[in-house]
Protein backbone atom coordinates (compact mmCIF):
# COMPACT_ATOMS: atom_id res chain seq x y z
CA UNK A 1 0.00 0.00 0.00
CA UNK A 2 1.39 3.47 -0.43
CA UNK A 3 2.12 5.70 2.14
CA UNK A 4 3.66 9.21 2.70
CA UNK A 5 6.56 9.61 3.76
CA UNK A 6 8.84 12.12 3.95
CA UNK A 7 12.93 12.52 3.04
CA UNK A 8 14.25 14.19 6.02
CA UNK A 9 17.38 15.45 4.25
CA UNK A 10 15.29 17.08 1.33
CA UNK A 11 12.78 18.80 3.64
CA UNK A 12 13.18 23.07 4.05
CA UNK A 13 10.88 23.09 6.75
CA UNK A 14 8.71 25.47 4.82
CA UNK A 15 5.46 24.40 6.29
CA UNK A 16 3.40 24.65 2.71
CA UNK A 17 2.45 20.93 2.96
CA UNK A 18 0.32 21.92 6.71
CA UNK A 19 -1.28 24.84 4.57
CA UNK A 20 -1.78 22.57 1.72
CA UNK A 21 -3.67 20.00 3.83
CA UNK A 22 -5.56 21.99 5.42
CA UNK A 23 -6.90 23.75 2.49
CA UNK A 24 -8.15 20.46 1.07
CA UNK A 25 -9.57 19.27 4.03
CA UNK A 26 -11.26 22.13 4.00
CA UNK A 27 -14.50 21.76 1.29
CA UNK A 28 -13.69 25.29 -0.26
CA UNK A 29 -12.16 26.16 -3.47
CA UNK A 30 -10.36 29.07 -2.58
CA UNK A 31 -7.17 28.68 -0.93
CA UNK A 32 -7.57 32.32 0.70
CA UNK A 33 -10.90 32.06 1.78
CA UNK A 34 -10.15 28.70 3.14
CA UNK A 35 -7.06 29.78 5.52
CA UNK A 36 -6.74 33.55 5.87
CA UNK A 37 -7.20 34.94 9.38
CA UNK A 38 -8.84 31.32 10.45
CA UNK A 39 -7.34 28.92 13.15
CA UNK A 40 -5.85 26.15 10.62
CA UNK A 41 -6.23 22.75 11.62
CA UNK A 42 -3.69 20.55 9.45
CA UNK A 43 -3.53 16.79 9.77
CA UNK A 44 0.55 17.02 8.95
CA UNK A 45 2.51 19.45 10.83
CA UNK A 46 6.48 19.86 10.61
CA UNK A 47 9.01 19.29 13.73
CA UNK A 48 12.06 20.92 14.29
CA UNK A 49 14.98 20.09 16.09
CA UNK A 50 18.30 21.28 15.70
CA UNK A 51 18.11 22.28 12.43
CA UNK A 52 16.84 19.22 11.14
CA UNK A 53 13.19 19.36 9.91
CA UNK A 54 10.43 16.62 8.90
CA UNK A 55 6.90 16.21 8.50
CA UNK A 56 4.39 13.95 10.32
CA UNK A 57 1.67 12.84 9.45
CA UNK A 58 -0.78 9.52 10.18
CA UNK A 59 1.50 6.49 9.14
CA UNK A 60 -0.92 4.43 8.47
CA UNK A 61 -0.11 1.70 10.79
CA UNK A 62 -0.43 -1.80 10.09
CA UNK A 63 -1.88 -2.70 13.70
CA UNK A 64 -2.27 0.86 14.60
CA UNK A 65 -3.46 1.60 18.56
CA UNK A 66 -5.76 4.35 17.51
CA UNK A 67 -8.06 1.98 16.27
CA UNK A 68 -7.83 -0.58 18.99
CA UNK A 69 -8.15 2.57 21.69
CA UNK A 70 -11.30 4.55 20.38
CA UNK A 71 -13.80 4.21 23.18
CA UNK A 72 -16.03 4.83 20.34
CA UNK A 73 -15.67 2.47 17.76
CA UNK A 74 -15.52 5.38 15.44
CA UNK A 75 -12.01 5.05 13.99
CA UNK A 76 -11.42 1.54 11.64
CA UNK A 77 -9.04 0.31 8.59
CA UNK A 78 -10.51 0.06 5.02
CA UNK A 79 -8.04 -1.29 2.56
CA UNK A 80 -4.93 -0.64 4.74
CA UNK A 81 -6.33 3.37 5.12
CA UNK A 82 -7.18 4.07 8.73
CA UNK A 83 -9.82 6.18 8.87
CA UNK A 84 -12.14 8.10 11.35
CA UNK A 85 -16.50 8.12 11.64
CA UNK A 86 -16.53 12.25 12.51
CA UNK A 87 -20.03 10.79 13.25
CA UNK A 88 -19.31 8.33 15.87
CA UNK A 89 -16.34 10.43 16.95
CA UNK A 90 -16.90 12.14 20.53
CA UNK A 91 -13.92 14.41 20.86
CA UNK A 92 -12.45 12.61 24.06
CA UNK A 93 -9.19 12.47 22.65
CA UNK A 94 -8.13 8.70 23.34
CA UNK A 95 -6.86 8.29 19.79
CA UNK A 96 -4.73 11.28 20.43
CA UNK A 97 -3.15 10.02 24.05
CA UNK A 98 -2.15 6.56 21.93
CA UNK A 99 -0.94 7.45 18.75
CA UNK A 100 3.07 7.20 18.88
CA UNK A 101 3.75 9.74 16.40
CA UNK A 102 1.46 12.63 17.36
CA UNK A 103 -0.25 12.41 14.08
CA UNK A 104 -3.51 12.64 15.18
CA UNK A 105 -5.28 15.70 17.06
CA UNK A 106 -8.56 17.68 17.33
CA UNK A 107 -10.30 19.51 14.63
CA UNK A 108 -12.03 21.95 14.30
CA UNK A 109 -15.31 21.03 15.41
CA UNK A 110 -13.35 19.28 18.33
CA UNK A 111 -13.67 15.49 16.55
CA UNK A 112 -10.44 13.85 15.66
CA UNK A 113 -8.79 14.19 12.67
CA UNK A 114 -6.13 12.80 10.90
CA UNK A 115 -4.55 12.18 7.57
CA UNK A 116 -6.66 10.19 5.21
CA UNK A 117 -4.59 10.63 2.40
CA UNK A 118 -6.54 12.69 0.65
CA UNK A 119 -8.74 9.54 -0.39
CA UNK A 120 -11.72 11.47 0.12
CA UNK A 121 -11.38 14.99 -0.50
CA UNK A 122 -11.35 16.82 -3.87
CA UNK A 123 -8.02 16.12 -4.46
CA UNK A 124 -7.93 12.31 -4.26
CA UNK A 125 -4.16 12.16 -3.95
CA UNK A 126 -2.11 13.32 -0.85
CA UNK A 127 -2.01 17.24 -1.21
CA UNK A 128 1.02 17.62 0.87
CA UNK A 129 2.83 15.47 -1.37
CA UNK A 130 1.62 17.19 -4.98
CA UNK A 131 2.65 20.42 -3.03
CA UNK A 132 6.08 19.90 -1.48
CA UNK A 133 8.52 22.30 -3.27
CA UNK A 134 11.49 20.28 -2.74
CA UNK A 135 9.72 16.82 -3.01
CA UNK A 136 10.77 16.03 0.32
CA UNK A 137 7.08 13.91 0.99
CA UNK A 138 6.77 11.34 -1.14
CA UNK A 139 3.55 9.06 -1.86
CA UNK A 140 5.08 5.31 -2.27
CA UNK A 141 4.93 2.12 -1.65
CA UNK A 142 7.97 1.15 0.31
CA UNK B 1 -14.23 -27.54 15.30
CA UNK B 2 -13.69 -25.19 17.85
CA UNK B 3 -16.77 -24.37 20.04
CA UNK B 4 -15.55 -20.81 21.35
CA UNK B 5 -17.54 -19.43 24.44
CA UNK B 6 -17.44 -15.59 25.55
CA UNK B 7 -18.76 -14.13 29.03
CA UNK B 8 -20.15 -10.76 28.22
CA UNK B 9 -20.59 -8.63 25.29
CA UNK B 10 -18.66 -5.74 26.04
CA UNK B 11 -15.39 -4.20 24.65
CA UNK B 12 -13.15 -7.08 25.85
CA UNK B 13 -15.40 -9.66 24.18
CA UNK B 14 -15.76 -7.39 20.95
CA UNK B 15 -11.96 -8.10 20.60
CA UNK B 16 -11.90 -11.43 21.22
CA UNK B 17 -14.55 -12.30 18.55
CA UNK B 18 -11.89 -10.96 16.33
CA UNK B 19 -9.14 -12.04 17.65
CA UNK B 20 -10.33 -15.40 16.84
CA UNK B 21 -11.80 -14.43 13.49
CA UNK B 22 -8.30 -13.54 12.77
CA UNK B 23 -7.59 -16.96 12.73
CA UNK B 24 -10.27 -18.94 13.07
CA UNK B 25 -12.99 -17.98 10.29
CA UNK B 26 -14.76 -21.72 11.11
CA UNK B 27 -15.03 -22.13 15.02
CA UNK B 28 -18.59 -21.70 16.21
CA UNK B 29 -18.37 -18.43 18.71
CA UNK B 30 -21.28 -17.87 21.24
CA UNK B 31 -21.79 -14.64 23.14
CA UNK B 32 -23.54 -14.31 26.01
CA UNK B 33 -24.64 -10.90 26.98
CA UNK B 34 -26.31 -9.94 30.18
CA UNK B 35 -27.41 -6.88 29.16
CA UNK B 36 -30.21 -6.99 26.55
CA UNK B 37 -28.18 -4.71 23.71
CA UNK B 38 -25.68 -5.39 20.76
CA UNK B 39 -22.15 -4.30 21.96
CA UNK B 40 -22.33 -0.56 22.45
CA UNK B 41 -19.22 1.86 23.52
CA UNK B 42 -19.79 2.32 27.63
CA UNK B 43 -18.08 5.58 28.02
CA UNK B 44 -20.26 7.22 25.76
CA UNK B 45 -23.18 6.90 28.14
CA UNK B 46 -22.46 10.51 29.88
CA UNK B 47 -22.27 11.94 25.91
CA UNK B 48 -25.20 10.32 24.95
CA UNK B 49 -27.37 12.72 28.15
CA UNK B 50 -24.85 15.16 26.86
CA UNK B 51 -26.13 15.31 23.63
CA UNK B 52 -22.86 14.32 22.08
CA UNK B 53 -24.32 11.15 20.67
CA UNK B 54 -27.38 8.89 20.44
CA UNK B 55 -28.00 5.09 20.49
CA UNK B 56 -27.50 4.03 17.12
CA UNK B 57 -23.81 5.99 16.83
CA UNK B 58 -22.93 4.45 20.48
CA UNK B 59 -22.82 0.60 18.77
CA UNK B 60 -19.30 0.01 19.02
CA UNK B 61 -19.32 -2.30 16.55
CA UNK B 62 -21.68 -1.80 13.28
CA UNK B 63 -25.40 -3.22 13.28
CA UNK B 64 -24.11 -6.66 11.14
CA UNK B 65 -21.00 -7.31 13.62
CA UNK B 66 -22.32 -10.35 15.07
CA UNK B 67 -23.44 -11.66 11.63
CA UNK B 68 -20.50 -10.98 9.49
CA UNK B 69 -18.36 -12.67 12.78
CA UNK B 70 -20.72 -15.33 12.68
CA UNK B 71 -21.71 -15.19 16.29
CA UNK B 72 -24.15 -16.69 18.21
CA UNK B 73 -25.83 -13.82 20.59
CA UNK B 74 -27.41 -15.21 23.63
CA UNK B 75 -29.09 -12.75 25.74
CA UNK B 76 -28.62 -13.94 29.44
CA UNK B 77 -27.00 -14.58 32.18
CA UNK B 78 -24.27 -17.28 33.17
CA UNK B 79 -24.79 -18.34 36.53
CA UNK B 80 -22.29 -21.58 36.57
CA UNK B 81 -19.58 -22.70 35.64
CA UNK B 82 -17.91 -26.46 35.12
CA UNK B 83 -14.52 -26.40 33.93
CA UNK B 84 -14.01 -29.93 34.21
CA UNK B 85 -17.11 -30.73 31.82
CA UNK B 86 -16.23 -27.69 29.90
CA UNK B 87 -19.69 -26.36 30.31
CA UNK B 88 -21.42 -23.25 31.62
CA UNK B 89 -24.97 -22.97 32.81
CA UNK B 90 -27.19 -19.78 32.29
CA UNK B 91 -30.03 -18.77 34.53
CA UNK B 92 -32.52 -19.93 32.78
CA UNK B 93 -31.07 -23.57 32.87
CA UNK B 94 -29.54 -23.51 29.38
CA UNK B 95 -26.63 -25.57 28.98
CA UNK B 96 -23.36 -25.09 26.57
CA UNK B 97 -20.19 -26.08 26.14
CA UNK B 98 -17.12 -24.70 24.95
CA UNK B 99 -13.49 -26.36 23.80
CA UNK B 100 -12.04 -22.98 24.74
CA UNK B 101 -13.59 -20.17 27.38
CA UNK B 102 -13.37 -16.49 27.99
CA UNK B 103 -14.97 -14.95 30.99
CA UNK B 104 -15.54 -10.81 29.69
CA UNK B 105 -17.93 -10.10 32.97
CA UNK B 106 -16.34 -6.90 33.43
CA UNK B 107 -17.43 -4.52 36.64
CA UNK B 108 -20.14 -3.45 38.24
CA UNK B 109 -20.85 -0.48 40.87
CA UNK B 110 -19.65 -0.35 44.30
CA UNK B 111 -22.10 0.46 46.60
CA UNK B 112 -21.83 0.61 49.96
CA UNK B 113 -24.49 -0.17 52.77
CA UNK B 114 -25.53 3.24 53.74
CA UNK B 115 -27.49 3.40 56.06
CA UNK B 116 -31.30 4.94 54.93
CA UNK B 117 -30.39 4.37 50.79
CA UNK B 118 -33.57 2.29 50.53
CA UNK B 119 -35.21 5.67 51.72
CA UNK B 120 -34.16 7.56 48.57
CA UNK B 121 -36.48 7.54 45.98
CA UNK B 122 -34.60 8.45 42.65
CA UNK B 123 -31.35 7.11 43.22
CA UNK B 124 -28.97 5.77 40.46
CA UNK B 125 -25.81 3.72 39.52
CA UNK B 126 -23.94 5.06 35.94
CA UNK B 127 -22.35 2.52 34.55
CA UNK B 128 -24.50 0.84 31.93
CA UNK B 129 -26.46 2.11 28.92
CA UNK B 130 -29.69 0.94 31.19
CA UNK B 131 -28.76 3.04 33.92
CA UNK B 132 -27.90 5.95 31.88
CA UNK B 133 -31.49 5.56 29.80
CA UNK B 134 -33.20 5.45 33.77
CA UNK B 135 -31.42 8.76 34.92
CA UNK B 136 -32.45 10.07 32.03
CA UNK B 137 -36.17 9.24 32.49
CA UNK B 138 -35.40 11.14 36.59
CA UNK B 139 -34.10 14.82 34.87
CA UNK B 140 -35.87 17.61 35.38
CA UNK B 141 -34.59 21.31 34.42
CA UNK B 142 -35.01 22.07 38.25
CA UNK B 143 -33.28 18.96 39.61
CA UNK B 144 -31.11 19.26 42.47
CA UNK B 145 -28.44 16.26 41.73
CA UNK B 146 -26.35 14.82 44.08
CA UNK B 147 -23.28 12.65 42.94
CA UNK B 148 -21.05 10.29 45.07
CA UNK B 149 -17.76 10.22 43.98
CA UNK B 150 -15.75 12.91 42.13
CA UNK B 151 -13.84 10.27 39.49
CA UNK B 152 -14.33 9.60 35.87
CA UNK B 153 -17.29 7.90 36.28
CA UNK B 154 -19.13 10.69 38.59
CA UNK B 155 -17.86 13.93 37.23
CA UNK B 156 -18.56 12.90 33.60
CA UNK B 157 -21.70 12.05 34.93
CA UNK B 158 -22.35 15.53 35.87
CA UNK B 159 -20.58 17.17 32.69
CA UNK B 160 -23.20 14.89 31.19
CA UNK B 161 -26.29 16.27 32.86
CA UNK B 162 -25.10 19.58 33.77
CA UNK B 163 -27.24 21.50 31.44
CA UNK B 164 -30.58 19.04 31.87
CA UNK B 165 -30.29 19.67 35.74
CA UNK B 166 -31.01 22.59 38.48
CA UNK B 167 -28.30 22.01 40.24
CA UNK B 168 -25.39 19.50 41.12
CA UNK B 169 -23.49 18.95 43.79
CA UNK B 170 -20.08 16.17 44.25
CA UNK B 171 -19.30 14.68 47.13
CA UNK B 172 -15.92 12.51 47.74
CA UNK B 173 -14.17 11.39 50.81
CA UNK B 174 -11.12 12.15 48.79
CA UNK B 175 -9.45 15.36 49.22
CA UNK B 176 -9.27 16.47 45.17
CA UNK B 177 -11.17 15.14 42.38
CA UNK B 178 -10.01 12.31 40.12
CA UNK B 179 -7.83 10.98 42.71
CA UNK B 180 -7.00 8.03 40.75
CA UNK B 181 -5.37 9.89 37.43
CA UNK B 182 -4.19 13.19 38.99
CA UNK B 183 -2.18 14.73 41.33
CA UNK B 184 -3.46 17.57 44.05
CA UNK B 185 -1.69 20.19 41.81
CA UNK B 186 -3.49 19.41 38.45
CA UNK B 187 -6.36 17.95 40.22
CA UNK B 188 -7.00 21.58 41.65
CA UNK B 189 -6.93 23.25 38.29
CA UNK B 190 -9.97 20.43 36.71
CA UNK B 191 -11.39 21.48 39.91
CA UNK B 192 -11.66 24.98 39.92
CA UNK B 193 -12.71 24.63 35.86
CA UNK B 194 -15.58 22.35 36.68
CA UNK B 195 -16.76 25.00 39.30
CA UNK B 196 -16.80 27.25 36.49
CA UNK B 197 -18.97 25.50 35.03
CA UNK B 198 -21.68 25.34 37.75
CA UNK B 199 -20.19 22.22 39.49
CA UNK B 200 -20.66 21.98 43.38
CA UNK B 201 -17.71 19.92 45.41
CA UNK B 202 -17.79 18.71 48.90
CA UNK B 203 -13.97 17.12 49.31
CA UNK B 204 -12.99 15.31 51.62
CA UNK B 205 -16.50 14.65 52.57
CA UNK B 206 -19.63 11.96 51.85
CA UNK B 207 -23.01 10.96 52.87
CA UNK B 208 -23.18 8.62 55.35
CA UNK B 209 -26.61 8.14 56.12
CA UNK B 210 -29.85 8.75 53.82
CA UNK B 211 -33.55 10.15 54.89
CA UNK B 212 -35.76 10.58 51.86
CA UNK B 213 -33.78 13.68 50.35
CA UNK B 214 -31.59 14.29 52.55
CA UNK B 215 -28.21 13.24 52.62
CA UNK B 216 -26.59 13.85 55.85
CA UNK B 217 -22.31 14.30 55.58
CA UNK B 218 -19.26 12.88 57.31
CA UNK B 219 -18.73 16.44 58.33
CA UNK B 220 -22.10 17.14 60.05
CA UNK B 221 -23.35 19.07 56.79
CA UNK B 222 -26.91 17.91 55.17
CA UNK B 223 -28.03 18.30 51.29
CA UNK B 224 -31.24 18.10 49.85
CA UNK B 225 -31.20 16.63 46.52
CA UNK B 226 -33.91 15.74 44.48
CA UNK B 227 -31.36 12.78 42.70
CA UNK B 228 -28.99 10.49 43.88
CA UNK B 229 -26.05 8.84 41.67
CA UNK B 230 -23.83 6.49 43.29
CA UNK B 231 -20.48 6.77 41.84
CA UNK B 232 -18.01 5.22 44.40
CA UNK B 233 -16.39 3.01 42.75
CA UNK B 234 -16.13 -0.27 40.63
CA UNK B 235 -15.66 -3.84 41.57
CA UNK B 236 -14.14 -6.26 38.69
CA UNK B 237 -17.34 -9.18 38.74
CA UNK B 238 -15.24 -12.33 39.17
CA UNK B 239 -17.82 -14.44 40.89
CA UNK B 240 -18.02 -16.81 37.76
CA UNK B 241 -14.71 -17.62 37.35
CA UNK B 242 -13.73 -18.32 41.22
CA UNK B 243 -16.55 -20.35 41.40
CA UNK B 244 -14.78 -21.99 37.75
CA UNK B 245 -11.64 -22.35 40.14
CA UNK B 246 -9.71 -19.58 38.66
CA UNK B 247 -7.58 -17.78 41.00
CA UNK B 248 -8.97 -14.35 41.76
CA UNK B 249 -7.37 -11.22 43.50
CA UNK B 250 -8.84 -7.77 42.72
CA UNK B 251 -9.83 -9.23 39.78
CA UNK B 252 -9.62 -12.81 37.91
CA UNK B 253 -5.89 -13.44 37.34
CA UNK B 254 -4.42 -13.62 34.00
CA UNK B 255 -1.10 -14.24 32.36
CA UNK B 256 0.41 -12.24 29.70
CA UNK B 257 -1.60 -14.57 27.00
CA UNK B 258 -4.93 -13.71 29.31
CA UNK B 259 -4.93 -16.93 30.50
CA UNK B 260 -6.65 -17.70 33.76
CA UNK B 261 -4.62 -20.00 36.34
CA UNK B 262 -7.31 -22.95 34.54
CA UNK B 263 -6.73 -24.74 31.40
CA UNK B 264 -8.91 -22.99 28.36
CA UNK B 265 -10.28 -20.38 30.51
CA UNK B 266 -9.34 -16.93 29.31
CA UNK B 267 -10.28 -13.66 30.60
CA UNK B 268 -9.71 -9.85 29.47
CA UNK B 269 -11.12 -6.60 30.73
CA UNK B 270 -12.13 -4.86 33.80
CA UNK B 271 -13.09 -8.10 35.05
CA UNK B 272 -9.56 -9.22 35.18
CA UNK B 273 -6.58 -8.16 36.91
CA UNK B 274 -3.35 -8.26 34.52
CA UNK B 275 -0.07 -6.58 34.68
CA UNK B 276 0.62 -2.68 34.50
CA UNK B 277 4.27 -2.71 33.18
CA UNK B 278 4.67 1.19 33.90
CA UNK B 279 4.28 0.36 37.82
CA UNK B 280 6.33 -3.55 37.40
CA UNK B 281 2.87 -4.79 39.19
CA UNK B 282 -0.29 -6.71 38.92
CA UNK B 283 -3.36 -4.31 38.33
CA UNK B 284 -6.87 -4.12 37.51
CA UNK B 285 -6.57 -2.06 33.98
CA UNK B 286 -10.52 -0.87 33.84
CA UNK B 287 -9.85 1.32 31.01
CA UNK B 288 -11.49 0.52 27.49
CA UNK B 289 -8.40 0.49 25.33
CA UNK B 290 -7.10 -2.25 27.47
CA UNK B 291 -10.15 -4.26 27.29
CA UNK B 292 -10.16 -4.54 23.85
CA UNK B 293 -6.43 -5.40 23.18
CA UNK B 294 -6.38 -7.88 26.20
CA UNK B 295 -10.12 -9.53 24.33
CA UNK B 296 -8.51 -9.22 21.26
CA UNK B 297 -5.05 -10.92 22.38
CA UNK B 298 -7.17 -13.67 24.53
CA UNK B 299 -8.85 -14.72 20.69
CA UNK B 300 -5.80 -15.14 18.95
CA UNK B 301 -4.40 -17.59 22.04
CA UNK B 302 -8.12 -19.03 21.88
CA UNK B 303 -7.66 -20.20 18.53
CA UNK B 304 -3.95 -21.45 18.50
CA UNK B 305 -2.40 -18.36 18.38
CA UNK B 306 1.19 -17.53 20.42
CA UNK B 307 0.49 -13.75 21.42
CA UNK B 308 1.45 -11.79 24.86
CA UNK B 309 0.56 -8.49 25.79
CA UNK B 310 3.56 -7.15 28.07
CA UNK B 311 3.22 -3.27 27.64
CA UNK B 312 -0.44 -2.44 28.71
CA UNK B 313 -0.46 0.74 30.94
CA UNK B 314 -2.80 2.59 32.11
CA UNK B 315 -3.95 5.82 30.73
CA UNK B 316 -6.91 7.94 30.22
CA UNK B 317 -8.03 11.05 27.73
CA UNK B 318 -10.83 12.44 29.35
CA UNK B 319 -12.19 15.98 29.31
CA UNK B 320 -14.60 18.17 30.79
CA UNK B 321 -16.58 21.26 29.56
CA UNK B 322 -13.97 21.62 26.84
CA UNK B 323 -10.73 21.52 29.13
CA UNK B 324 -8.75 18.13 27.99
CA UNK B 325 -6.54 15.93 29.92
CA UNK B 326 -4.22 13.27 29.26
CA UNK B 327 -2.30 10.69 31.48
CA UNK B 328 -0.64 8.02 31.37
CA UNK B 329 1.80 5.56 33.30
CA UNK B 330 1.89 5.94 36.80
CA UNK B 331 3.67 8.54 39.46
CA UNK B 332 6.31 6.57 41.63
CA UNK B 333 6.80 8.50 44.97
CA UNK B 334 10.80 8.73 44.35
CA UNK B 335 10.22 10.16 40.20
CA UNK B 336 11.77 13.28 39.63
CA UNK B 337 8.92 15.20 38.39
CA UNK B 338 9.87 17.79 35.48
CA UNK B 339 6.94 20.62 34.76
CA UNK B 340 5.64 23.07 32.32
CA UNK B 341 3.14 25.48 32.92
CA UNK B 342 3.84 27.81 29.53
CA UNK B 343 0.21 26.81 28.05
CA UNK B 344 -2.03 24.95 30.63
CA UNK B 345 0.10 22.34 32.96
CA UNK B 346 2.36 19.46 31.64
CA UNK B 347 4.17 17.11 34.38
CA UNK B 348 6.43 14.51 33.36
CA UNK B 349 7.43 11.82 36.20
CA UNK B 350 10.86 10.42 35.23
CA UNK B 351 12.57 7.86 37.32
CA UNK B 352 16.05 6.03 36.47
CA UNK B 353 15.75 8.31 32.80
CA UNK B 354 12.86 6.10 31.79
CA UNK B 355 9.49 8.48 31.63
CA UNK B 356 7.40 6.88 34.25
CA UNK B 357 4.65 8.66 33.88
CA UNK B 358 2.66 11.85 32.81
CA UNK B 359 -0.13 14.57 33.50
CA UNK B 360 -0.99 17.15 30.59
CA UNK B 361 -3.94 19.45 30.88
CA UNK B 362 -4.62 22.09 28.50
CA UNK B 363 -3.23 21.09 24.97
CA UNK B 364 -2.85 17.75 24.61
CA UNK B 365 -1.93 17.11 21.07
CA UNK B 366 1.00 14.71 20.26
CA UNK B 367 0.37 13.73 23.80
CA UNK B 368 0.50 9.67 22.58
CA UNK B 369 4.32 10.65 22.19
CA UNK B 370 4.88 10.97 25.72
CA UNK B 371 2.58 7.78 26.31
CA UNK B 372 4.99 5.77 23.78
CA UNK B 373 8.05 6.52 26.19
CA UNK B 374 5.93 5.25 28.76
CA UNK B 375 4.87 1.96 27.10
CA UNK B 376 8.27 1.38 25.50
CA UNK B 377 10.38 2.43 28.56
CA UNK B 378 12.84 4.13 26.07
CA UNK B 379 15.45 6.07 27.67
CA UNK B 380 15.64 9.87 27.75
CA UNK B 381 18.88 11.67 28.84
CA UNK B 382 18.39 14.71 30.88
CA UNK B 383 18.28 17.49 28.10
CA UNK B 384 15.67 16.17 26.15
CA UNK B 385 13.37 16.05 28.97
CA UNK B 386 14.05 19.65 29.53
CA UNK B 387 12.47 19.76 25.58
CA UNK B 388 10.02 17.42 26.28
CA UNK B 389 8.43 19.26 28.93
CA UNK B 390 7.50 21.81 26.86
CA UNK B 391 6.21 19.85 24.21
CA UNK B 392 6.29 16.23 22.86
CA UNK B 393 8.08 15.50 19.77
CA UNK B 394 9.93 12.67 17.76
CA UNK B 395 13.19 14.65 18.25
CA UNK B 396 13.45 13.10 21.69
CA UNK B 397 14.48 9.63 19.41
CA UNK B 398 17.88 9.07 18.01
CA UNK B 399 17.80 10.32 14.24
CA UNK B 400 18.33 6.89 13.34
CA UNK B 401 15.04 5.92 15.31
CA UNK B 402 13.42 8.31 14.30
CA UNK B 403 14.27 7.46 11.11
CA UNK B 404 12.92 4.22 11.11
CA UNK B 405 9.69 5.13 13.06
CA UNK B 406 9.21 7.79 9.99
CA UNK B 407 10.59 6.19 7.00
CA UNK B 408 9.42 2.74 6.44
CA UNK B 409 6.18 0.36 7.31
CA UNK B 410 4.82 0.78 10.77
Given at each position: MKRVYVNEEWCLGCHLCEYNCAFANSGLDDMVRALKDKPVFPRIHIEEDAGITYAVSCRHCTDPLCVKSCIAGAISIEDGVIRIDKNKCVGCLTCVLVCPYGAVAAGPTGAAQKCELCMRNSCGAPACVTGCPNNAIVYEER | MSEYLIIGNGTAAAGCIEGIRSRDSEGSITVISAEAHHVYSRPLISYYLEGKTDLSRMLYRPEDFYEKNNVRLIFGKAVKCDSKKHTVTLADKQKLSFDRLCICTGSSPFVPSFEGLETVKDRFTFMTLDDSLALEKALTPESRVLIVGAGLIGLKCAEGISHRVGSITVCDLADRVLSSILDSDCAAVMQEHLEKHGISFMLGDTAVRFDGNTAYMKSGA?????????????????????????????????????????????????????????????????????????????????????????????????????????????????????????????????????????????????????????????????????????????????????????????
Open positions: - | EVSFDILVLAVGVRAETGLASQAGCEVNRGIVIDDKMQTTVPDIFSAGDCSEGFDSSAGARRVLAILPNAYMQGRNAGINMSGGDSSLTDLIPMNSIGFFGLHCATAGSYPEDAEVYEDRTEGIRRLYVRDGILSGFIVIGNVNRAGIYTSLVREKAPIDEENIDKLKKFPSLAVFLPATRRKKLGGVV
